[in-house]
């Protein structure tokens, strides 16, 4: 059996830093690691960054410039560089990942991020 567990969310102001990591607990090779999302109050799930198939890193626009995805390959671990944090960032993150055991998606418990002043 294996966990996802994100951590590094918190209250902070607008302009401020966090940076969020999300690790597996158990079996963590048995685990694909794919990239961060969010929920916004009202909106659907959205992608924040992640992998892409070629070895670049795919950012949603607004956050572009502001986070820096990065993984520690030995740990199998994400983490996600939040810089000039706004209003609108406040969401739950999520880590989104893979079992080797079935082709269907999986998602940590999350972390929450409030910016607020």
């Known amino acids: 059996q294996v966990q996802v567990v994100e951590s590094g969310g918190g209250l902070v102001q607008p302009g401020g830093s966090l940076t969020l990591s999300c690790a597996p607990f158990?079996?963590?090779?048995?685990?694909?690691?794919v990239g961060w999302f969010r929920h916004r109050p009202g909106n659907a799930r959205e992608l924040v960054a992640k992998d892409t198939s070629d070895g670049n890193i795919e950012y949603a626009e607004d956050v572009k410039g502001r986070f820096t995805f990065s993984r520690d390959n030995t740990k199998n671990t994400l983490f996600l560089q939040m810089n000039n944090l706004k209003s609108e960032d406040s969401a739950d993150y999520y880590c989104k990942f893979q079992k080797s055991d079935d082709p269907w998606p999986h998602w940590g418990q999350g972390t929450q991020v409030t910016v607020s002043s």
């Open positions: 158990g079996s963590i090779t048995s685990v694909k690691m």
